[in-house]
């Protein structure tokens, strides 16, 4: 049996991108929801963080969607 050191390598490298993209896409959104209360409570509009925090938690329920659609894809 021959094991595939380069291609370990790169799934690691891919999956460690991928993780610490997440936990950035995801700090983002926390940090968007801080600004929006902030914003709130000093009587300014807040939309702009309320629509930024959404989109990056929409790319992390996508993020998570497309990985178990390859892990549940046939082939």
Known sequence: M???????????????AVAVGLVALFTLGVS???RRERAVAQGDSAALALTG????FAGCA???AYGIH???AKG
Do not use: E
């Open 70 to 72: 390859l892990i549940m």
């Open 2 to 16: 021959k094991i595939d050191w380069a291609a370990i390598g790169s799934v690691f490298g891919v999956s460690l």
């Open 62 to 64: 996508a993020a998570v």
């Open 53 to 56: 925090a959404y989109v990056c």
């Open 32 to 34: 968007g929801l801080s």
